[in-house]
């Protein structure tokens, strides 16, 4: 879903200051093992897992949601997966394949994992997925949602627990066509491939299902901060409805700045749900509410699973879950019923595994099933209220399920 | 005609807006730049710290004690550090921009690094003060009234510095370093000291500018590139060395940001650049940098 940002380097390589620069902006670093020990005692063996997650740069607080849950996880479960002792190591994916690749091939290399989790960017996936397939790895992703990692670009010991970028589009574009907002919906997102592929992933459904397209605007991504110049062009378009794909700190910016500038209460604002997902949230305020947006989590979903999942995540660390910290949670779980069913820890028999799982039905999001290789599950439309605590995302209806 | 400007109106307010908080970033800069020769890369910490400065004491909530204080704080911090740099780069003078580039990249890289661990890397919102955290209605369109106040602010802080630098014997030995600074030396004025000076009071805008921007930009990692980068893009347009340039070059920068991508929204990501260039192209030392044998 999100992909390097302009970074320190390419900023001053405008001013010539390139090679200056060029060592100065990566500060990557690879932690050790928190989960120490892992000899092979116990009955099932040991496993080595590695857990490659954003420490450094602007994705950091999804890989410290990353982590918590992955963490959480191992403490709830005697710190086994599938009667396999966890040995986790733990490595610094950075912001984009030039931190992230190395850092999946370290951990393959050097630390000779059995399987890996995590991933945030989708650049970082694709980069590293010749070695994975050379080395015959699993990876079972826990963000990275471009359709291309286990579309175009798949190979056999490449998984995903997470999403990808065209559902929540998909299905808010059925949603809407469905509500047939007069003068049609204008559309904005950030020039890069996930952008992309929510535009397509919408069209498809909404303009498929009837609806017009009031305006678009692809933004560029990572150098926006004021969203003005766009957003003035939505009341002359007479749409009735905007819909958008926004995350992190753009999010932000985006949401004040739709508020600010008098179009909340004119144009009803939606999104794909990463527009109000975890900390921006907090920081966009006042400015939220009513947004609706679409995802395949909600901390308000009802079930068995979710309630205990939600307390305890709170009891740990003091702070709501996000997808990102479901989406390791379920990398978890799902490792934690295949390695239950292999003879040995080797890439095809993990993945045959894997495969054979049918529909994981205690996940916090609701049941969902691999679909290929990524997960056909639920999406829930949600709106932004205030609760007890600060804003949530109140699951007003279930949109279907979506796959691949 | 009248059509046009009533559709584009508040793309050309906010690009006023945008243009005013750019100058208050981009004078000192320019000044330290054009004066002294010394290529502050370190100029977009500064705002980084202001920004942050704006969080710390406003947090989230809309007071003008807190707005206020950030202000005065952000100030003094700025100066301070303003002195700092300024020393730390006089060792440097004569060996080329190179060098000062990478000793002031490197302090902006280590404090970007400890605001991030201070703070935490999420995006932080900095509210504008009561009555102005607000939309108001300007000619039918519904516009934030921080960023109008912002348009205010940045003309009052424009002739302010523009007095100083034209009408005050201060200004004039300021603008004789940047025309001559060895022979301002020669009539026995320390170099030194008015480099400290213009240092410490461009620095101080910057975090300054950085309080100002919060409402607009809010506080995150990533901020310093971001500011620097439109600073230098305003400086090489305005020319070095020069207030007119500098508003001149905001000014300019702020409409192509506001308008030009209102305009023509598939050259967004160009726009920048290419006014840059235009502008390198027909007049290769800036609009205002005929005077000046920096760069």
């Known amino acids: 879903m999100m992909q390097p940002v302009l970074s320190r380097r390419n900023a001053l390589g405008v001013f010539g200051l390139a090679g200056l620069a060029a060592t100065a902006g990566c500060g990557s670093s690879v932690g050790g093992g928190d989960n120490g020990g892992g000899s092979s005692s116990g009955g099932g063996g040991a496993i080595k897992v590695g857990l490659i997650v954003p420490q450094d740069g602007v994705y950091t607080p999804l890989g410290v949601d990353m982590k918590n849950a992955w963490d959480l996880y191992l403490d709830q479960h005697d710190g086994m997966l599938g009667g396999y002792e966890v040995e986790t190591i733990v490595a610094d994916e950075g912001e984009g394949p030039d931190t992230g690749v190395p850092a999946i091939q370290g951990l393959i290399t050097r630390d000779n994992v059995d399987v890996l989790v995590g991933i945030v960017n989708s650049a970082s996936a694709l980069g590293s997925a010749e070695a994975i397939a050379a080395a015959k790895k699993v990876l079972v992703i826990a963000n990275a949602g471009a359709n291309a990692v286990t579309g175009d670009a798949r190979n056999p010991y490449i998984w995903r627990a997470s999403f990808n970028n065209a559902q929540a589009a998909f299905a808010m574009g059925e949603y809407l066509a469905g509500q047939q907002p007069e003068g049609g919906v204008y559309l904005m997102a950030p020039d890069y491939a996930a952008g992309q592929e929510t535009f397509v992933a919408f069209k498809e459904s909404y303009v498929g299902g009837g609806g017009t397209i009031a305006g678009e605007a692809l933004t560029p991504f990572g150098t926006t901060q004021d969203f003005q110049p766009f957003l003035s062009a939505i009341p002359g378009s007479g749409a009735g409805a905007t819909f958008v794909f926004y995350s992190g700190g753009e999010a932000v910016s985006f949401v004040q700045q739709y508020a600010s500038l008098g179009l909340k209460d004119s144009v009803p604002l939606y999104g794909s749900g990463f527009l109000t997902e975890g900390s921006v949230l907090e920081a966009q305020g006042e400015a939220a509410v009513g947004i609706q947006t679409a995802l395949h989590y909600s901390t308000e979903i009802e079930n068995p699973a979710n309630s205990e999942f939600v307390e305890a995540y709170q009891g740990a660390y003091d702070v709501l879950p996000t997808c990102f910290a479901v989406q390791t949670w379920d990398a978890a779980l799902v490792l934690d019923l295949a390695l239950a069913e292999t003879e040995d820890l080797t890439g095809d028999s993990v993945s045959a595994a894997l495969e054979g799982l049918g529909e994981i039905s205690d996940s916090p999001r609701g049941p969902w099933s691999f679909d290929g290789q990524s997960p056909k599950h639920i999406e829930y439309l949600r709106e932004v209220q205030e609760g007890d605590g600060g804003l949530i995302n109140v699951v007003v209806e279930e949109l279907g399920e979506y796959g691949q | ?295």
Do not use: C
Not at chain 2, 261 to 273: R, V, W
């Open chain 2, 1 to 295: 005609m009248t059509e046009w400007f009533a559709d584009n109106f508040v793309s050309i307010l906010n690009g006023l807006a945008i243009g005013s908080l750019l100058f208050i970033l981009a004078v000192g800069l320019s000044l330290v730049f054009g004066m002294m020769d010394v290529l502050n890369l370190g100029h977009g910490a500064l705002y980084l710290i202001g920004a942050y400065v704006g969080y710390q004491f406003t947090g989230g909530v809309s007071s003008w004690s807190g707005f206020l204080t950030a202000l005065a704080v952000a100030a003094v911090f700025g100066a301070v550090a303003g002195l700092i740099l300024s020393v730390a780069t006089q060792p440097l003078v004569g060996r080329g921009h190179l060098d000062q580039a990478l000793l002031t990249l490197g302090v902006a890289l280590v404090v970007a690094e400890v605001i991030s661990i201070i703070f935490g890397d999420d995006v932080q919102n900095v509210v504008a003060p009561p009555g102005l955290n607000e939309s108001i209605q300007v000619f039918g369109n519904t516009y934030p009234a921080y960023r109008l106040a912002l348009i205010g602010v940045g003309a009052v802080l424009a002739i302010i510095v523009w007095l100083v630098i034209e009408k005050t014997s201060l200004g004039a030995l300021i603008r004789a370093s940047v025309s001559d600074r060895e022979m301002v030396s020669a009539v026995g004025v320390d170099n030194r000291k008015v480099k400290a000076g213009v240092f410490a009071f461009g620095s101080m805008l910057a975090a300054v500018a950085g309080v100002l921007g919060g409402p607009v930009y809010g506080a995150r990692t990533g901020l310093d590139e971001t500011v620097l980068l439109l600073a230098l893009v305003v400086i090489v347009i305005g020319g070095l060395g020069s207030v007119r340039g500098a508003l001149i070059g905001a000014l300019v920068i702020g409409q192509v940001e506001s308008l030009g991508k209102a305009l023509y929204p598939d050259f967004a990501s160009f726009m920048l650049f290419g006014a840059l260039a235009l502008v390198l192209i027909v007049r290769p030392r800036g609009l205002f940098g005929s005077r000046v044998g920096a760069g």
